[in-house]
């Protein structure tokens, strides 16, 4: 265990994506709670900084835009970077960059929690382990203590300022988040079948939002075709704005993607589906009111079967 002063400099390395983050709040909360004095640091991807920036973890960000090692001025600053005099570096990452960053960049002397061989904490084998799980191991080793992630620092304008867009909460809203990785297009559940859970919701007076980037839009388009009356906030926030609106939604279905993750973590009554590429066991959605569906095809997991665990996942709340 770390001693507990001010001279501890603890690194932390998370490049993404944004559910495995959302997975490893409770291991930064963890962290922090095991070393009160020391000066913790994330190196990140430049998407997740605004988001890492809030969080009350962590004393300072770096940006790693994870360039080409053949790079040589973005190799050499991220070099500068991992020499620094840390106490320890956790590698929450561990991914084949971060091994080379270890085999490369590291000062020999340096403490390093993670997979590459060599390193001086190695972590054990975590085949089949929940992602959560593995990132709370590798705090555990730097001295944090078990902790939930309280997430009071994303409530809805917690710095004062307002969004470009409004949300009346008062009366409960629901968000749907129908798009994922574009390379795995079985994870994705039909878009129709997305706008007829928008339709069930909005003929119960529910105020209904679908968000996405870029690349969601051939799949929010098909849900506003099916459910003209939903609201379009595709590519209309970000990171803080989404984590915001999705704290204090009624209700929130996707698929296996980020912002699935961040719902559920904030503790607001989260529906996710599953297709054959997700392991429950490895990746189910963690939360107070948190619950999934999975079939092969995804598409066998029927509206009735979604609107029913949805509505129960919402009375459990209130219950």
């Not at 390193?119 to 992602?131: E, I, Q, R």
């Not at 959560?132 to 203590?145: C, I, P, W, Y």
């Not at 994303?154 to 710095?159: A, H, Q, S, V």
């Amino acid at each position: 265990m770390l001693e507990d002063t001010a001279k501890d400099q603890i690194l932390v390395i998370k490049h993404g994506a944004l559910g495995d983050i959302v997975q490893g709040l409770d291991a930064f909360a963890s962290l922090r709670a095991g070393n009160p004095q020391a000066r913790i640091t994330l190196m990140t991807s430049p998407g997740f900084v605004s988001l890492a920036e809030m969080m009350p973890w962590f004393d300072d960000v770096i940006i790693d835009p994870r360039a080409s090692f053949i790079n040589f001025i973005a190799s050499l600053r991220v070099c500068r970077h991992l020499r620094r005099n840390w106490s320890v570096i956790v590698d929450m990452q561990c991914s084949g960059r971060t091994r080379r960053y270890f085999s490369y960049f590291r000062l020999p002397t340096t403490r390093w929690i993670g997979v590459a061989p060599g390193c001086s904490d190695p972590l054990p084998d975590f085949k089949g382990v929940n992602n959560r799980l593995r990132m709370m191991k590798a705090a555990k080793m730097a001295g944090g203590v078990n902790q939930l992630a309280n997430m009071v620092w994303l409530l809805p304008d917690n710095d004062g300022t307002d969004n470009h867009w409004r949300v009346d909460s008062a009366h409960g809203y629901a968000v749907l988040v129908p798009g994922c990785s574009l390379a795995k297009p079985q994870k994705r559940w039909p878009a129709e079948y997305f706008a007829a859970v928008g339709n069930d919701l909005l003929a119960r007076g529910i105020k209904v939002y679908v968000v996405g980037t870029a690349e969601d839009r051939r799949a929010i388009d098909c849900v506003l075709a099916n459910a003209p009356d939903i609201i379009d906030l595709c590519g209309k926030t970000n990171l803080p704005e989404l984590g915001r609106l999705l704290c204090d939604a009624s209700y929130v279905i996707g698929n296996d993607t980020g912002p699935v993750f961040l719902a559920a973590k904030t503790g607001a009554p989260t529906l996710m589906m599953m297709g054959p590429d997700t392991d429950p066991a490895m990746s189910a959605p963690n939360g107070i009111a948190a619950s999934w569906l999975r079939a092969n095809p995804i598409s066998d997991i029927t509206v009735t079967a979604a609107l029913a665990s949805l509505y129960n996942l919402c009375k459990s709340t209130k219950s």
